[in-house]
């Protein structure tokens, strides 16, 4: 079992910058993707960004060029550095290394 804990949620006005963090109970991102979802209300859970072992990453068209995922194997941390953040990108934001999924954290982007 693995458990994930997400935070650096908060609110930001638009045109901010939030860095996500997902630790890690126990050394899990060597062989792993790595991915971070968010659901808006009444909307389903949407791929946002992932890593995959060995392999390059993928953006959702909404997000590319403003968000990076990356991640620190020696510190078992995921992150999602989010800047040029727009209204449209409030959500709750979740963290997934494997099948193991993160509590979430609320990002809300509002003037």
């Known amino acids: 079992q693995v458990q994930l804990v997400e935070s650096g949620g908060g609110l930001v006005q638009p045109g901010g910058s939030l860095r996500l963090s997902c630790a890690a109970s126990r050394s899990t991102l060597d062989y792993y993707a790595v991915g971070w979802y968010r659901q808006a209300p009444g909307k389903e859970r949407e791929l946002v960004a992932r890593?995959?072992?060995?392999?390059?990453?993928t953006y959702a068209d909404s997000v590319k060029g403003r968000f990076t995922i990356s991640r620190d194997n020696a510190k078992n941390t995921v992150y999602l550095q989010m800047n040029s953040l727009k209204p449209e990108d409030t959500a709750a934001y979740y963290c997934?290394?494997?099948?193991?999924w993160g509590q979430g954290t609320q990002v809300t982007v509002s003037s």
């Open positions: 890593m995959l072992p060995y392999s390059g990453t």
């Open positions: 997934k290394i494997n099948t193991y």
